[in-house]
């Protein structure tokens, strides 16, 4: 049901989870990573996301995984890249100037796709997705990053029995929940925003917290 329910969110171009603006919270807190100079960048379920320029900007491969091909091509179209598409085991990865972005299912990726990944940015894929769903999420992503790896998570928190998500949701508890047995967790920043899609001003949710948070994984 999740799957179809992002493609056709894709398909309508109801898309408004996707920032025409690089996110503050990357700008911020990137430079706090030690992430060295030119290593690979991994951004899940990245869509079009503008974020991915700007990693690239600054001298970092980007690999993206996503699961819509209307995202994938719109990223690459807006971005004036040409692109050159190749299949690779479950997943069609499609190879521009500044990302490489595998189009399929999250979970058909493996460790080899991001061999010398150093970093992982993370705005929307976990809170894209509901509770249940969200382990199993941080479970593989665990797996097929390298140990070593940093992590800049983004969450954000209200009060969901207001309004439904996406976006969900994420309290810190879960964070630890989640990543803090494999993971060193540290909390690099909590604020208040205004800035929230449509549907939560509609019932009511006009702020909500939005937490970034550095991890590196262990093992």
């Not at 500044?98 to 189009?103: K, L, R």
């Not at 894929?125 to 199993?136: F, I, N, T």
Request: hydrophobic share 40%; aromatic share 8%; glycine share 6%.
């Amino acid at each position: 049901m999740e799957r179809r329910f992002w493609l056709e969110r894709w398909a309508r171009n109801q898309i408004g989870f996707h920032q025409d603006r690089y996110n503050p919270n990357l700008v911020n807190h990137w430079p706090s990573l030690t992430v060295p100079d030119n290593a690979p960048v991994f951004v899940p379920l990245c869509g079009k996301s503008k974020d991915m320029q700007w990693l690239a900007a600054r001298g970092h491969p980007v690999l993206g995984i996503e699961l819509s091909d209307l995202a994938v091509d719109a990223y690459f179209e807006e971005a004036g890249e040409e692109v050159t598409v190749r299949q690779v085991d479950a997943l069609a990865r499609h190879q521009g100037s500044s990302a490489t972005i595998y189009q399929g299912d999250f979970f058909d990726l493996t460790a080899p796709h991001l061999a010398g990944v150093r970093a992982c940015f993370d705005r929307g894929a976990l809170v894209a997705l509901p509770k249940p769903m969200r382990r199993r999420y941080s479970d593989h992503l665990l797996r097929v990053l390298e140990d070593g790896v940093q992590i800049l998570l983004l969450t954000i928190e209200y009060d969901q029995a207001l309004v439904a998500g996406p976006p969900h949701s994420v309290s810190e508890s879960e964070v630890l929940e989640l990543y803090g047995e494999r993971c060193e967790v540290e909390r690099l920043s909590r604020s208040s925003t205004d800035s929230v899609p449509p549907h939560f001003q509609q019932q009511g949710v006009h702020r909500v917290a939005e937490t970034a948070y550095r991890l590196t994984k262990l093992r």
